[in-house]
């Protein structure tokens, strides 16, 4: 099956430095990918190469088998893929606003996305949080306003950025509940960045470990936590003394 996204011989450089070197990586349709490594390892910066918010210095990225490396990427390519960050980034008005945003832009009919957005409140459970001003809402109404916003455009890929970091632990647990549900309901593809081993544990179906800026090992993910080679089980193994699941 042709990959969404393909990664060709790619690096990235900054200041004289490569900080990705990436021979081949791919997106399939219907993962949910885990990208987990240390600190400065580059996660986020292949997740917006991924996403084709930023370019590399070589190589070439593929969108579904045709190479998207030349010049600015088109609109319509951009509007396939919704990003989530660790700060849900707001707007100033209503939760109804904030999450009908995507559509607006795209010129959607009112009653549609009057539709649609009650769909996805309710969806995240913040039905209630309608006439809210989002700029008031605790972190984890916030993030699930967040997700909303990023999921009523429907994307071919949600990419997704440490979303569930800064929330506290049951609050965290239970939009991850919610979250799993929606996007296995959507069959959504979706490509997530996380620190924390019990996030990409409890989510994803296959992972990929990136070490200074190389993806040492990926594969289901069951596996490359039961099994990590040579290169990342000094990273995992630190992970597997405080969290016994993945043994
Ligand atoms: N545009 C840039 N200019 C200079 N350095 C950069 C640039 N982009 C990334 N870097 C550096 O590249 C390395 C990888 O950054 P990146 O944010 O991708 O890592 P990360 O794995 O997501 O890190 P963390 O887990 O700490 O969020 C870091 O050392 C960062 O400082």
Partial sequence: ?????????????????????????????????????????????????????????????????????QGDVPLELRRKFSIALQQSLLLDGTVFYNIAIGLTLRKVPKQVIKEKVSHWLELFGISHLAKKNALYLSGGEAQRVNLARAMIVEPEILFLDEPFSALDFPTKIKLMEDFKQIISETNTTAVFVSHDLMEVHYLTNRL????????????????????????????LNEWKKFYPIAR
């Fill in 1 to 69: 099956m042709t990959p969404l996204i393909e990664l060709k011989n790619i690096t990235y450089q900054a200041q004289n430095r490569r900080i990705l070197d990436i021979p081949e990586f791919q997106i399939q349709e219907g993962e949910f990918l885990g990208i987990m490594g240390p600190n400065g390892a580059g996660k986020s910066t292949l997740l917006k190469l991924l996403a084709f918010l930023d370019r590399p210095s070589c190589g070439d990225i593929l969108y579904q088998g045709a190479a998207v490396t």
């Fill in 208 to 235: 990929a470990i990136i070490v200074s800026g190389e993806v040492q090992q990926s594969g289901p993910t069951p596996r490359v936590l039961e099994y990590p080679n040579s290169s990342t089980q000094s990273f």
